[in-house]
Every structure is written in structure tokens, then in C-alpha cells.
């Protein structure tokens, strides 16, 4: 069934967008037709994740009927459809996130899955963001300002009677400091979707240009996003039929 998913957080810097975009790339490993937004106008980073920084033609082309949404869309090398927004400080003064709800049945025409990278905080954008999902996916880290902020938006959500899936947790540690899954789906009341492991590979994607599901595909954050991602879109995955060899992680620890 095609859904528009919203990746949100509250909050900046949780690791939304890498969110976005790996989810986005694993739904498409799984031979689903997936669409990536970025519903972040203001400070885009789609583009930059995927290689794409500067697009003829991007979202706010589209929301200011300059041009069709079909002309606004690139596929990456994998299959994978994104729609960038503009870099330029120019556009920030002729922003209109309210009229993303105007397109969601052009999203849906072009893929099956549309996810859609927010606006971090609850101004206009992430509101407008919020206001076209079927679904909407937060993002947080295992601290406390992270998890206030993703509390909020939960509420924002609900008021817009939209249904919140669960949490995704990012940049996990695993010590005695950070707060425990459980904690989390206790203080915000909502099934936890799956940890993300704080992991170097990230930052490596994120250099090359590329999701870290493409350009490391058998890493533990790859493996935790594929996860998500199938439980998502409803198939089967196994992570551990998935994971490294012996011989790789070997290498790794010894930075070979």
C-alpha cells in the first residue's frame, strides 16, 4: 500500500536526514519503489547526502509552480528517487511549505514509498511535513534534551491525529551514561523501532557521498537500518545472515 512515511525528531542534529536517506536506500534494496523529499527548506541536506547538491530544478521549484514535480526528480544510481531542495540563501524568503500537502498525490504517483526528510524543530516546515504523512517515524538520540524534543513532536502528531509508528534510536553507545531503550519507550510511550550504533562508517557514507547501506552494506548500522526498514515495508530480513565476515571485522578492529 503506498504511504508517505514522515522521518522526524523535535530536535536538530539527531541524525534525521542519514535517517531519511538509509531508510530510504534499504526499503529500496528490498525491491520497493521509494521516493526521498526533503522536506527541509530552509537547511537542506538531502542533496548532500546523496551526491546531489545542486539540481536544476529542486522542491521549492516545484512548491513555487515553477516547475512540475516530475522535472524535480533524480534517481540515484541505486534506483533510489530523491527530490533536493535549494542550497541558496536566495530561496529563504520565497519558502511555501504549505504547499506540500498540495503534492502528495504526485509523490505517490512517482513511488510507492515517499519518505519525507523534516524540518527539524515544529515551525512551519515541520508542521507542513507533518500534515501530509500517513505515518510519521521520530528520530532521537539517548539523551535528554533529544528525547524532550521528540516527547513534543509525538504530541504535535497526535493532535493531528497522525499515527506515530515508534522511535528510532541514533548514535547509541551502549555505556551506563546514555539512556536505556527502555527508559525511552517508557517516557515517550511508543514502540522503540530500532537502535542505530555510533559508528565511524557513518561519517565515511556521509564523505563519499553515498547512504552507508550502499557504501558499507554489511555494517551494524546498515544491518539496524534494514531492520527498520523491513519491518517498515513488511518483508523478511535476516541481519545476521547479513552481517560481516570473521575476516572483516578483524580487519576493521585493526584498521586494515
Not at 536506500?25 to 538531502?46: E, H, Q, R
Not at 545542486?54 to 512540475?68: G, R
Not at 522535472?71 to 533510489?80: A, C, K, P, R
Not at 505515518?135 to 491525529?161: F, R, Y
Amino acid at each position: 500500500m503506498a504511504k508517505v512515511i514522515v522521518i522526524t525528531s523535535g530536535k536538530g542534529g539527531v541524525g534525521k536526514t542519514t535517517t531519511a536517506v538509509n531508510l530510504g536506500a534499504a526499503m529500496n534494496s528490498f525491491g520497493k519503489d521509494v521516493l526521498i523529499v526533503d522536506g527541509n527548506l530552509s537547511t537542506p541536506n538531502l542533496g548532500i547526502h546523496l551526491g546531489s547538491p545542486e539540481v536544476p530544478v529542486n522542491l521549492n521549484h516545484i512548491l513555487s509552480k515553477k516547475a512540475e514535480v516530475l522535472e524535480g526528480v533524480y534517481e540515484h544510481e541505486s534506483g533510489l528517487k530523491i527530490i533536493p531542495s535549494s542550497l541558496s540563501v536566495k530561496e529563504l524568503g520565497n519558502l511555501k511549505p504549505e504547499r506540500l500537502k498540495d503534492y502528495k498525490k504526485d509523490f505517490l504517483d512517482i513511488s510507492e514509498y515517499v519518505i519525507i526528510d523534516c524540518a527539524a524543530g515544529l515551525g512551519c516546515e515541520a508542521l507542513a511535513a507533518i500534515d501530509i504523512a500517513d505515518e510519521v517515524v521520530i528520530v532521537t538520540n539517548p539523551e535528554m534534551p533529544a528525547i524532550t524534543d521528540a516527547l513534543k513532536t509525538i504530541k504535535v502528531a497526535e493532535q493531528k491525529k497522525k499515527p506515530v509508528s515508534g522511535v528510532i534510536m541514533t548514535r547509541v553507545k551502549k555505556n551506563d551514561v546514555e539512556i536505556q531503550p527502555d527508559t525511552v519507550k517508557e517516557m515517550l510511550e511508543i514502540p522503540v523501532l530500532g537502535m542505530i550504533p555510533e559508528d565511524l562508517d557513518v561519517q565515511r557514507a556521509l564523505n563519499s557521498k553515498d547512504a552507508i547501506v550502499h557504501v558499507f552494506p554489511k555494517s551494524k548500522p546498515s544491518r539496524a537500518y534494514k531492520e527498520i526498514a523491513a519491518k517498515l515495508v513488511g518483508v523478511e530480513y535476516d541481519s545476521d545472515e547479513d552481517r560481516e565476515s570473521l575476516w572483516v571485522r578483524i580487519s576493521k578492529s585493526f584498521g586494515w
